[in-house]
């Protein structure tokens, strides 16, 4: 049997670069917060145990990691001193200790997993995740010396020939859960920036006679985010990798670069995505789906067979069955809208219940909100809800009821009931040329009244 691994997340950095009253960490990518990605990704190993490294009074991110137990880092004074804060949360653990940093999203899990692996092959009491940097100047540099790490030099101490090397640090390491204490109490702060770098644990390693190793991988994946321009590449990455990971899975995309994921969003085989359509959190899309273009779509589930937008908005808690239509310029909201129901277009239709058939015409509102309460309207099988209408909540429409157009529906309509919700109208014969001479001999009077 292979030694469990434990995995530490470093997050109690200041993040001063982004400039923001929101911790670092819990800025999104993909519509989740960056310290969930990495989260998610360490969850695959399958670890014994995560252990959050956090900032006092950081309270929001230790939510965050929960149910994962976090550790305080009392003051910022460096990485290496952010891990050491993990030491008691690893009591009682021998098997390899991956460290990561919670501002890296991209990293993906088979690569943590290579590290580790490579780690036990060659019996390294520390690895690092490696990559070539198009631009390594913000990064430590990997010194290997017949394929051993020697060390790694941060930036800002690196002498002009370390400077010239590309091999960057990731940032993730993996270290022998027998030796890491030791590793991480011989870590000084004689250094430009006067901190404790955990980046010191190789050199430290080496001279106590261990074997450290570098292990390469992809640098689109080790891209750490420091600043909202960061944060903008990143989220630029990831989505390229979700729609690639979408049309790998049978999804068709009209133009991939103008639909926006998010983590979660999950879409079944022959969905077609129009351009400029967003997918907010939490929308699962059984197969079969059309998505025509700008459409901005939330919590929402669709089922098979649907089709919605051009520019159809559904907002969270819609729950779209087989076979529904939801045309432009349609607002859904806390809805369900069963087996073959159709609102093709204006319309909004929030906090209901419509049936399965049934037919909402354009133009229709359910008038949910008194300014205090929200209000359900429940409208059943095949109803027809003709143009302009307004269904005043709390309201029911009975199966197979007809409600005439341009009704305001302030009470319930039973089933089979046809209602009519308007003033009745007046038409007379002949009268509109009598009309249409009174007034233009009105408006002859005041103009000369005016000229005089
Ligand atoms: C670090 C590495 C560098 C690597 C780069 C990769 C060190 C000394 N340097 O530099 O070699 O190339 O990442 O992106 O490790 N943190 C704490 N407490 C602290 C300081 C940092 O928890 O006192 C956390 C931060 O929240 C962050 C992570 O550690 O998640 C990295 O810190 P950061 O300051 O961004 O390190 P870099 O300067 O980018
Ligand atoms: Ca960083």
């Known amino acids: 049997m292979k030694s469990p691994i434990a995995v530490v997340v470093l997050a109690a950095g200041a993040g001063t670069r982004m400039k923001s009253a929101l911790p670092k960490v819990l800025h999104s990518v993909a519509g989740r917060p960056m310290l969930a990605h990495v989260l998610a ?12 490294v956090i900032a006092p009074g ?28 993990a030491l008691p949360a690893l009591a009682g653990h021998h098997g390899p200790v991956v460290v990561i940093f919670g501002d890296a999203p991209l990293i993906r899990p088979a690569t943590i ?16 995740l490696g990559f070539r940097a198009r631009d390594p100047s913000p990064y430590g540099r990997l010194i290997v010396k017949d394929g051993a790490l020697e060390k790694i030099v941060e930036s800002k101490d690196a002498n002009a020939e370390e400077k010239a090397i590309d091999f960057s640090n990731s940032g993730v390491m993996c270290i022998a859960g027998t030796e890491i204490a030791a590793f991480l109490g011989a870590i000084g702060n004689d250094n430009v920036k006067s901190e404790f770098y955990l980046t010191d644990v190789v050199g430290i390693a080496r001279a106590a006679g261990h074997r450290a190793i570098a292990v ?3 640098e689109e994946e080790f891209q750490g985010i420091n600043s909202r321009a960061e944060l903008a ?9 979700l729609r690639n990971e979408a049309m790998a899975a049978g999804v068709t995309m009209l133009d991939p670069d103008t639909v926006w994921l998010s983590a979660d969003t999950k879409l079944g085989n ?28 939330e919590g929402a589930r669709i089922a098979s067979g649907a089709i919605i937008g051009p520019f159809a908005r559904l907002r969270p808690g819609s729950d779209v069955a087989e076979d529904v239509h939801i045309g432009n310029f349609v607002e859904l909201k806390a809805t369900r809208m069963r087996r073959g129901a159709k609102a093709n277009h204006l319309a909004y239709l929030g906090d209901s219940d419509i049936g399965a058939a049934s037919n909402i015409g354009a133009g229709t509102i359910f008038v949910n909100y008194d ?20 269904l005043v909540a709390p309201v029911k429409v009975g199966k197979g009821a007809n409600v005439t157009a341009g009704s305001v529906i302030t009470a319930d309509v039973p089933p089979g ?17 009598p009309l249409r001479a009174k007034l233009q001999a009105r408006a002859a009077a005041a103009k000369r009244g005016k000229g005089k």
């Open 41 to 52: 990704a360490v969850a695959r190993l399958k670890p014994a145990r995560i252990v959050g």
């Open 233 to 241: 590449i990143a989220e630029r990455a990831m989505q390229q990798r």
């Open 371 to 390: 300014g205090y309460g929200k209000h359900r309207t429940v409208i059943g099988d095949d109803v027809f809800v003709g143009s302009n209408t307004s």
């Open 58 to 85: 950081a309270e929001a991110v230790a939510k965050a990691f929960a149910p994962h137990p976090t550790a305080l880092q009392k003051k910022p004074l460096g990485t290496g001193d952010a891990a050491k804060a």
């Open 216 to 218: 390469e991988g992809d």
């Open 113 to 128: 997993q290579k590290l580790v692996a490579a780690c036990r092959r060659a019996g390294a009491a520390v690895g690092v």
């Open 417 to 433: 009931a046809l209602a009519f919700g308007r003033a009745r109208q007046e038409t007379k014969k002949g009268r509109a040329a």
């Open 270 to 297: 022959d969905v077609t995505i129009g351009p400029n359509v967003r997918f907010g959190p939490g929308v699962t899309v059984a197969s079969n789906v059309r998505i025509n273009a700008f459409c901005d779509i």
